[in-house]
């Protein structure tokens, strides 16, 4: 009998299904095959969705981007992950097929699968293993940790609480960070930007934007050479007056208005609180941002100080910050 194909030549071909449900009567296991075929490139799609959505970030003012495009990528996407599927060796259906097929009869002349092993030679540092995650999983269990926190603060002294409320944000934080929307990257440095924002005297919606700008919406954050957020929201880079942790990584500098490519050295923090605390230290303490100190009542005037300071090589700097804050309406954002 002829193996069934999954979805046979088109991701939208709608009639899988029911081969896949009249195969089912007279051969299981090559059913199986199909389904966690269907399954693995279910599993490619949503992954090169979320590679799409990363990206989206630095088409927003692109002109080339519009509904129509997205719904054209999304098409290719789909058809792109079948396809990969059916050739590839990422062996997503093959481990799912071993699990699942067990218990199954064996069809007649089926050949004996191989056993797939799983770091059979010797065990591989969690450190360094590549796993598959998503921002729900990591949301979960972010969740789950900080209930079973919560759970043993119960009967403690105030000052206990506090330290345990203290320690759940610690871990919160140096979990894998996971913005999923621009308002959740907005919520979730909010607290800090309004405890910023009274040390400089500006709105906090402008430090949110520069952050924003920074980092990509937070999904853009240096890191460590163990894949570790250096937690550095503000782009302020190590040079020889810090002597605390540093990530290096290649970021985009403009050389006499022409941008290239540059490996820098960055400031890293243990929380996205102590960005904010080194920002606020760093403009306050240095004496070329005395000027933009001085114009904090005007966001616009305060970011143009800052650019013209030398706070970063982007000529467009400013603006790129002030557009962010006047269309997400950061302005809104008060104590």
């Known amino acids: 009998m002829k193996p069934l194909e999954a979805s046979n030549n088109l991701y939208h071909d709608l009639n899988s299904l029911n081969q896949l449900r009249m195969q089912s009567k007279t051969s299981q296991r090559e059913t199986l095959r199909a389904a966690v075929k269907e399954f693995e490139a279910y599993f490619l799609n949503l992954m090169l969705k979320n590679m799409r959505q990363a990206n989206k970030v630095f088409a927003e003012d692109n002109p080339l981007s519009s509904n129509d495009v997205e719904f054209y990528n999304e098409m290719h996407d789909q058809q792109l992950a079948l396809e990969l599927s059916r050739s590839s060796k990422f062996g997503i259906g093959d481990l799912l097929f071993q699990q699942l097929s067990q218990h199954l009869p064996k069809d007649g002349g089926e050949k004996e699968t191989p056993t797939i092993k799983l770091a059979e030679k010797q065990p591989v540092n969690r450190s360094e293993q590549a ?44 979990s894998e960070l996971a913005f999923n929307s621009k308002q959740d990257f907005i919520e ?21 934007a520069q952050a924003a700008l ?122």
Not at 151 to 158: D, I, K, T, V
Not at 188 to 208: D, H, R, T
């Open 188 to 208: 979730s440095i909010k607290p800090y930007a309004i405890e910023a924002s009274k040390a400089l005297g500006i709105n906090p919606g402008v430090l949110i």
């Open 131 to 174: 796993t598959f995650s998503s921002p729900y999983l990591i949301s979960a269990l972010k969740e789950q940790k900080n209930k079973a926190i919560d759970n043993n603060n119960q009967g403690l002294s105030p000052e206990l609480h506090q330290t345990a409320i203290s320690t759940k944000a610690d871990l919160t934080e140096k």
């Open 214 to 335: 920074e980092t990509g919406w937070g999904k853009f954050l240096p890191k460590d050479t163990k894949g570790n957020p250096s937690m550095n929201l503000f782009g302020i880079k190590a040079d020889s007056r810090w002597d605390g942790n540093r990530v290096h990584t290649t970021t985009l500098e403009f050389i006499e208005g022409i941008p290239e490519k540059l490996t820098q050295a960055f400031r890293a923090y243990d929380s996205l609180k102590e960005s904010f605390e080194d920002y606020v230290d760093f403009i306050q303490s240095n004496p070329r941002y005395q000027n933009a100190l001085e114009k904090t009542e005007s966001p616009k005037e305060y970011l143009d100080e800052i650019q013209n300071s030398g706070y970063a090589t982007d000529p467009n700097y400013a603006d790129k910050i002030h557009s962010i804050f006047m269309r997400e309406q950061l302005f809104k954002i008060t104590d």
